[in-house]
């Protein structure tokens, strides 16, 4: 499937400052995202469809994701530039072409999007495309601005843009940030300067009438740009089974229930979805729903836990009742504690708002 003109290109470098706290000491690419980070998800899709080298840039915290990797991981030779000045979408792969090829797969390193690779390259190649990207119409959709595109593909307008009157049988969907881009694309921007992808160059080219595309491509997408998103969507592909887990020694024990084998459940009431990672251990009494509990979490007796994210070694109390609620590493939450919409940091509980997916 893949073509050793194609380079793909991991986007990992941004702030991500709406899903702070959890991103204010580590990249968003290192974020747990079903017990695992962000990155390794798509890493190992890169993997699966044939690829052996990416290309990852770093700016706020990079450190982070260099530790987690090396130079290699998880059957990919990596490549990093490291941005001193955030360059943006398009100015962070113009900086790196001497790693590129003359085509390149642009992945956002802050989504776990598991989707059809080939069917997007097809699609550029067979049409002569300056770049063609992948849209996303499931559910994971909803709320986001949509791209119109006609039925064989040619882009019509991206979200915001003023359009006439289109035909019936549009394609309508969230722009993914995977795409393919030809290397003459990102050859007109100057070097080392800051620059969107979509704005402005993705929207110039549409204006002057270039080949753009945009397809409905098959398979997962979830992004995680707030607190609340990261919450619901972690949920929602457990009930839907589209991340796979069993090859991270998960058993799936219930419709949208997986715990790990090393993972002690007894006497606890446990509801679908959840996540239960290796050595979590729950108390006599607990009762728990729509859950992801990170390795070696604990949870006290009789402490209620629904919509709740747990980081590794994390500690609830007896007698707790938490609700939308994420608990990053190593934290402990006391016993008796009651809170809702609260990330529980190492310095402390911060409150975030209630938006969620879709806003």
């Not at 959890?22 to 699966?48: C, G, I, Q, S, Y």
């Not at 090396?70 to 962070?92: F, H, K, Q, V, W």
């Not at 800051?194 to 397809?215: S, T």
Request: net charge neutral; charged share 15%.
């Amino acid at each position: 499937m893949t073509n050793r003109s194609l380079t793909p290109m991991v986007l990992a470098a941004g702030h991500a400052t709406r899903l702070r706290p959890l991103t204010a000491n580590v990249a968003k690419a290192v974020v747990p995202f079903l017990n695992r980070p962000l990155l390794d998800h798509t890493l190992e899709w890169l993997a699966r469809s044939g690829f052996r080298r990416v290309v990852i840039n770093l700016h706020h915290a990079g450190d982070s994701i260099v530790r987690r990797y090396g130079s290699s991981a998880l059957g990919l030779s990596i490549d990093y530039t490291p941005e001193p000045t955030l360059l943006g979408t398009a100015g962070g792969p113009r900086n790196a072409l001497d790693l590129l090829d003359n085509r390149v797969l642009l992945i956002n390193g802050d989504v776990v999007g598991l989707m059809s690779i080939g069917a997007l390259l097809r699609h550029h190649e067979e049409n002569d495309a300056l770049a063609t990207l992948a849209l996303h119409r499931g559910s994971a959709s909803a709320g986001y601005p949509q791209v119109v595109a006609a039925s064989g593909g040619e882009l019509l307008a991206f979200p915001g843009e003023e359009v006439g009157d289109l035909p019936s049988d549009v394609v309508r969907g969230v722009f993914t940030g995977l795409h393919v881009v030809e290397r003459s694309v990102l050859e007109q921007l100057p070097g080392e300067r800051a620059a969107g992808i979509v704005d402005p160059l993705y929207r110039q080219l549409l204006a002057g009438g270039h080949p753009l595309h945009a397809i409905a491509v098959p398979g997962s997408w979830y992004e995680v740009g707030d607190p609340m998103r990261y919450i619901d969507n972690q949920l929602t592909s457990l009930r839907l089974g589209d991340v796979p887990l069993g090859v991270q020694g998960y058993q799936r024990v219930s419709a949208g229930g997986y715990k790990s084998v090393h993972s002690h459940l007894e006497n606890v009431r446990l509801v679908p979805p959840y996540l239960a990672g290796p050595g979590v251990r729950l108390r006599h009494g607990a009762r728990l729903q729509a859950v992801i509990l990170g390795d070696r979490t604990r949870v006290g007796t009789a402490s209620t836990l629904d919509r709740v994210v747990t980081w590794s070694d994390s500690w609830i109390g007896p007698r707790c009742w938490l609700s939308n609620v994420v608990v990053m590493e190593g934290v402990h939450v006391p016993s008796g504690t009651e809170a809702s919409n609260v990330v529980f940091t190492a310095s402390g509980p911060e409150q975030f708002a209630a938006a969620g997916a879709g806003s």
